[in-house]
């Protein structure tokens, strides 16, 4: 079956209304071998052509009728095996996967450090030696209790700092620091405790960025239960001067073992 044929059954086929007669005519015409001018005159035709033609064009109609079903109803052919390459198909568009929450951290690392706890830290190490520390006090410890503050008679530019400790047990061995910081031309003045002063060894010195008072209990010697004080006095520059960052810290040793309290001085009243 040609392209022209092809392409005129399509036709015919859209059309849905065939022309017999047409077909008819161009067959006699194809048998006869001659154009139409010559046709005979009478309108009588021998049989055997007649029955002929008319076999034919059945036979062209029902052929031509299976073909352009074939060809209006048929599914495209699949691509054979003879080397033609098939044509590609669109690509699909990429998987994209889900959104999902990514699951919270599990609570087996380290937990942040509960602040609601009354425990103060341990005061820090400084060139080996235990300093007070201003900023974490811890005031009790057992039957040592303490207390920082800055004695009344201060003015703008002296000052008294002094540490109260109260004992409900001897204590036998006793070390009471006082840390000054050095806020401008701070200079000591003197020192005092309520306790007597043959029972301890004082040293003032300056250490890193402050003015340190240390008073350190001779052995053999003993201070008994009760409230004692002990005083830095010093000199500082013009004006009023700020105690925050001033502190102390006491070691001590009672019968059931160490005791160490610290804290920081409390402005005068």
């Given at each position: 079956?040609?392209?022209?044929l092809?392409?005129?059954?399509r036709?015919?086929?859209?059309?849905?209304?065939?022309?017999r007669?047409?077909?008819?005519?161009?067959?006699?015409?194809?048998m006869?071998?001659?154009?139409?001018r010559?046709?005979?005159?009478?309108?009588?035709?021998?049989?055997?052509?007649?029955?002929?033609?008319?076999l034919?064009?059945a036979?062209?109609?029902?052929g031509?009728?299976?073909?352009?079903?074939?060809i209006?109803?048929?599914?495209?052919?699949?691509?054979?095996?003879?080397?033609?390459?098939a044509?590609?198909?669109?690509?699909?568009?990429?998987?994209?996967?889900?959104?999902?929450?990514?699951?919270?951290?599990?609570?087996?690392?380290?937990?942040?450090?509960?602040?609601s706890?009354?425990?103060?830290?341990s005061?820090?190490?400084s060139?080996?030696t235990?300093?007070a520390?201003?900023?974490?006090?811890?005031?009790?410890?057992?039957p040592?209790?303490?207390?920082?503050?800055?004695?009344?008679s201060?003015?703008?530019?002296?000052?008294?700092?002094?540490i109260?400790?109260?004992?409900?047990?001897?204590l036998?061995?006793?070390?009471?620091?006082?840390?000054?910081t050095?806020?401008g031309?701070?200079?000591?003045?003197?020192?005092?405790?309520?306790?007597?002063?043959?029972?301890?060894?004082v040293?003032?010195q300056?250490?890193?960025?402050?003015?340190?008072?240390?008073?350190?209990?001779?052995?053999?010697?003993?201070?008994?239960?009760?409230?004692?004080?002990?005083?830095?006095?010093y000199?500082?520059?013009?004006?009023?001067?700020?105690?925050k960052?001033?502190g102390?810290r006491?070691?001590?040793?009672?019968?059931?073992?160490a005791?160490s309290v610290?804290?920081?001085?409390?402005?005068?009243?």
């Amino acid at each position: 079956m040609n392209e022209e044929l092809s392409a005129r059954l399509r036709t015919a086929a859209e059309a849905h209304q065939p022309d017999r007669a047409r077909i008819l005519a161009r067959l006699e015409r194809g048998m006869s071998g001659a154009p139409d001018r010559h046709r005979e005159s009478s309108g009588a035709r021998p049989w055997p052509r007649v029955a002929l033609a008319s076999l034919a064009a059945a036979g062209i109609l029902a052929g031509g009728g299976f073909a352009v079903a074939a060809i209006v109803q048929s599914p495209p052919a699949r691509p054979d095996n003879s080397g033609t390459p098939a044509a590609p198909s669109a690509p699909s568009a990429p998987w994209t996967p889900p959104h999902t929450t990514p699951p919270a951290p599990t609570t087996g690392g380290p937990s942040a450090p509960d602040r609601s706890s009354s425990t103060s830290p341990s005061p820090e190490v400084s060139g080996g030696t235990v300093s007070a520390r201003p900023d974490s006090a811890h005031v009790q410890d057992g039957p040592l209790w303490s207390a920082g503050s800055l004695d009344a008679s201060s003015n703008t530019y002296w000052a008294q700092s002094d540490i109260t400790l109260k004992t409900t047990q001897p204590l036998t061995a006793l070390t009471v620091e006082l840390r000054i910081t050095q806020t401008g031309a701070v200079q000591s003045t003197g020192h005092w405790r309520t306790l007597p002063a043959d029972d301890f060894t004082v040293t003032v010195q300056p250490e890193g960025a402050a003015v340190v008072y240390r008073w350190t209990l001779k052995p053999g010697r003993t201070v008994p239960a009760g409230q004692h004080v002990f005083a830095g006095q010093y000199n500082h520059a013009a004006g009023r001067r700020e105690a925050k960052h001033d502190g102390y810290r006491v070691d001590a040793t009672g019968p059931r073992g160490a005791l160490s309290v610290w804290g920081g001085f409390t402005p005068a009243r």
